[in-house]
């Protein structure tokens, strides 16, 4: 063999093992990906030709597949219209999908491996493929309440089991229909698509847990509570500064108390009536005199600054990286740079109401076949131990004051004892405040804890407070919750 036609040979022979590696790995390694890739359109048609599994709350379906005469053998609908979609999200050819839509893809398309010796006694047997269905964790009930009671205004309301993290009511305000998303016609899901992402208020952020994080205003006390009991120095009952207004360190600026007076007599105030009138003074003395390393750690505990997932990403909430004093009191109210999400402030009074430990939040409890057998389910799971019981029982004596006798008396349910906080919060010159509640009940055996965010001080505006605006709400969907 002459020189040419050998290192003909060695190239054609080059050529052929690089298909074959690229070929190997194209089909071993990235077949799985490339066919989640949204963009997929073989993959796309290829699960419109079956039936997709249903997503359920309780025994009724909030999201279902029809059969249809058009080339797209099923559509999937949405029978409650908006209600679900901060939790389901939306199936669309022209969009993709988002929500548990999206997080459980696989199953509810019938792909998972998971389904595949199923899918074997299927076609054996002659039965239609068709994909799992999802069965949510939330309460029917307490997501009608919630959405009602949070109505136009914008914001969000969680509530969540405390003892085990199954999320009970998942409400962001405003929010879409996903009906439309999901329609054959391409060009009525266009025109929809656009006319949500041109509105102003932004119906497509999930403001529950990864829309614009909110100042946590005084909620955020509870955190500072947290601290301060958990360093020994503190007790309920023991007293910290509350002047009228505090002067902030190497600065001529003050920082007052929201009613403009002093928390109590000689400019003193027990810790618990500190929480129970919202006394920023003396959570902002309490905070320096803790220093910001200590109040950050307690954050962190909680769940601050920690990825989230259940099953949609959760925005992690922020605590600032270095603070002066200043800036450290005005932390310690919830203002300057700290920043939450209403998921995050649900975790916190969750972890309160159970005892210190505080549980993952989850939507989804179990996945099952056409025949209802169980394909998987989630087990509660221990997210963080942020506080000790002890801390936890203090910390509940003195969130009860807040409703039996403080800013939070909204939120009381007669012959229920109810724990909670309220929190008024600025977050830009010349806007209405953002109003809070957090809280659980019972106090004594709890079976919810709820955050709610209302934008913009709601239907009251400049006069808003988390008492007025946030209590009732958070009070309804306890109730709901509670069989009240």
Not at 217 to 225: A, Q, R
Not at 354 to 382: A, W
């Amino acid at each position: 063999m002459n020189v040419p036609i050998r290192r003909l040979g060695l190239v054609a022979a080059a050529m052929f093992c690089a298909l074959l590696v690229s070929t190997t790995i194209i089909q071993f390694f990235q077949a799985r990906s490339l066919d989640d890739r949204p963009g997929n359109r073989r993959t796309l048609l290829a699960s419109y030709s079956k039936e997709r599994g249903s997503i359920l709350v309780g025994g009724t379906a909030v999201a279902v597949s029809k059969p249809t005469n058009d080339d797209l053998k099923w559509l999937r609908t949405y029978p409650q219209g908006s209600l679900y979609a901060t939790a389901t999200g939306y199936y669309s050819f022209t969009y993709g999908s988002s929500g548990v839509e999206r997080a459980y893809d696989s199953f509810l398309s019938g792909n998972s491996d998971k389904l595949f010796y199923r899918h074997i006694i299927d076609v054996l047997t002659g039965k239609p493929a068709q994909g799992a269905s999802v069965q949510l964790t939330l309460n029917a009930k307490a997501q009608e309440v919630a959405t009602k009671a949070l109505g136009n205004q914008r914001g969000a309301v969680v509530a969540l089991d405390p003892q085990t993290g199954a999320i009970l009511a998942l409400v962001t305000s405003p929010t879409y229909d996903p009906n439309p998303l999901a329609s054959h016609n391409l060009v009525a899901a266009q025109n929809a698509y656009t006319q949500l992402l041109n509105d102003p208020a932004q119906p497509l952020v999930d403001r529950a847990i990864n829309g614009n994080l909110y100042p946590p205003g005084s909620t955020f006390k509870l955190i500072v509570s947290a601290a301060a009991l958990s360093s020994g120095k503190y007790t309920p009952s023991t007293l910290v500064p509350g002047p009228a207004e505090l002067r902030l360190p190497g600065t001529d600026n003050y920082l007052p108390n929201d009613f403009h007076n002093a928390c109590g007599p000689d400019d003193k105030v027990s810790f618990i009536k500190a929480l129970q009138i919202s006394c920023n003074t003396a959570y902002a003395s309490v905070g320096m005199a803790l220093g910001q390393d200590a109040v950050r750690s307690m954050a962190q505990k909680f769940g601050f600054g920690q990825p989230l997932s259940i099953p949609m990403s959760v925005t992690p909430s922020v605590f600032p990286a270095t603070l002066n004093l200043p800036q450290l009191a005005q932390s310690s109210i919830g203002q300057f740079d700290v920043r939450a999400s209403p998921m995050q402030m649900a975790m916190v009074s969750a972890a309160i109401a159970n005892g210190g430990k505080e549980m993952t939040p989850y939507l989804v409890s179990s996945v099952r076949d056409t025949n209802l057998d169980v394909i998987q389910s989630t087990s509660p799971k221990v997210f963080s131990n942020p506080i000790s019981s002890q801390v936890a029982s203090e910390l509940t004596t003195m969130m009860e004051s807040v409703v039996t006798g403080g800013t939070g008396t909204n939120a009381a349910i007669p012959g229920v004892q109810v724990a909670g906080k309220t929190g008024t919060a600025q977050h830009g010159s010349g806007e209405n405040a953002d109003v809070w509640f957090t809280g659980f009940a019972p106090a004594t055996n709890p079976k919810v804890a709820v955050a709610v965010i209302v934008e913009n001080g709601g239907t009251v505006g400049q006069d808003a407070t988390g008492g007025i605006i946030a209590a009732p709400i958070a009070k309804q969907v306890m109730e709901a919750v509670l069989g009240q």
